[in-house]
Nanobody, 121 residues
């Protein structure tokens, strides 16, 4: 059974940084695309960043230059580096895998439980 566990969230001041981790188990990590998503209160879940099984990345325009995704296949872990954080980045951040099609939430079948990121102004 595939299992994803996020960590690293917390409270940070605007302009600060955080690094989120997502540890995966129960899958051949190097064969799967993975994504980071976030969901703010009252809003739909949205795609943040993705990384393919071969290490290619998907960066929406809204976070390019501030957020970075990476992976460590030896640790079965992906990371999301959040820099220059803004209050509007406040959300629960999720990692997901088992992608089928695009990079929207509906295209991913396996999800972690999420980690809260709160950015104060």
């Amino acid at each position: 059974q595939v299992h994803l566990v996020e960590s690293g969230g917390g409270l940070v001041s605007a302009g600060g940084s955080l690094r989120l981790s997502c540890a995966a188990s129960g899958l051949t990590f190097s064969s799967y695309d993975m994504g980071w998503f976030r969901q703010a209160p009252g809003k739909e879940r949205e795609f943040v960043l993705g990384i393919t099984w071969s290490g290619g990345t998907r960066y929406p325009t809204s976070v390019k230059g501030r957020f970075t995704i990476s992976k460590d296949s030896a640790k079965n872990t992906i990371y999301l580096q959040l820099n220059s954080l803004k209050p509007e980045d406040t959300a629960v951040y999720y990692c997901a895998t088992a992608r089928d099609g695009g990079w929207s939430p509906a295209d991913f079948r396996v999800w972690g439980q999420g980690t809260q990121v709160t950015v104060s102004s």
